[in-house]
């Protein structure tokens, strides 16, 4: 967890980083059924209620706008959607600390 709350190649200010990791804990609470780990990526299955996938839309744009090293793709339905979340290399510390996070949670 600290590498999500620590990096410096985020522009969300310090104070605001505790309530956007509580926003994916309840996401991979929630709605995660499966995480994959693919090299330098991670794909995360998701299921859930209705309005799903425009709270995985709007949660991944909100983290986009101040993390730019993420690329999010969300595709599928709410009953069966897929978030596929690729970085750079130099911040696949990054990328392992949120599966890892999402494989502990959506257990």
């Known amino acids: ?7 410096d190649a985020c522009a969300l200010p310090t104070a ?8 994916f804990d309840q996401l991979f609470a929630t709605a ?8 330098d990526a991670v794909l995360l299955h998701l299921a859930g209620e ?4 425009a709270e995985v ?3 991944t744009a909100r ?8 690329t999010f793709a969300v ?14 290399p130099a ?4 990328l392992g600390a949120l599966a890892a996070r999402a494989e502990e949670l959506s257990a």
């Open 16 to 23: 605001e980083r505790p309530l956007r990791l509580a926003d």
């Open 1 to 7: 967890m600290e590498p999500l709350l620590t990096t």
């Open 91 to 94: 911040r696949q510390d990054i």
């Open 63 to 70: 983290e986009a706008s101040c993390c730019s090293f993420f």
């Open 50 to 53: 209705r309005g799903l996938g």
């Open 57 to 59: 839309r709007d949660l």
């Open 32 to 39: 995660v059924r499966r995480v994959e780990r693919r090299g």
């Open 75 to 88: 595709a599928g339905t709410d009953e069966a959607l897929t978030l596929d979340v690729t970085v750079p």
